[in-house]
């Protein structure tokens, strides 16, 4: 499951008018008025989970761990034209890499 506040913020069922700035719609008043996920923002707030900063150490460690020994190569034939904003937040796909030895 994925919810991508990019998404759920341009959603024309949640906002009047979801492609136009208006730092204003977060104003206490106009926000009440939102349904409880009308803003997602970085899963952050008192729900957010408790081992959370511990998985972040973890994974930063497993990964220096790896490319100390391995470096990452895209797999052949796996190249993708679009722009990064709309491949990692609207259409995301799987990245294929190769590891090579060092």
Do not use: K
Request: glycine share 6%.
């Amino acid at each position: 499951m994925l919810l991508s506040p990019y998404v759920a913020h341009h959603n024309p069922r949640i906002f009047a008018d979801p492609g136009r700035f208006d730092p204003d719609r977060w104003l206490p008043e106009r926000a009440a008025a939102l349904p409880r996920w009308g803003f997602a923002g970085f899963a952050n707030g008192p729900r957010q989970c408790l081992g959370a900063d511990y998985a972040r150490a973890e994974a930063v460690i497993a990964l220096a761990t790896l490319l100390v020994r391995w470096r990452p190569t895209a797999a052949p034939g796996r190249a993708d034209d679009r722009p990064a904003r709309l491949t990692t937040v609207l259409r995301p796909h799987r990245l294929r890499l190769r590891m090579l030895r060092r």
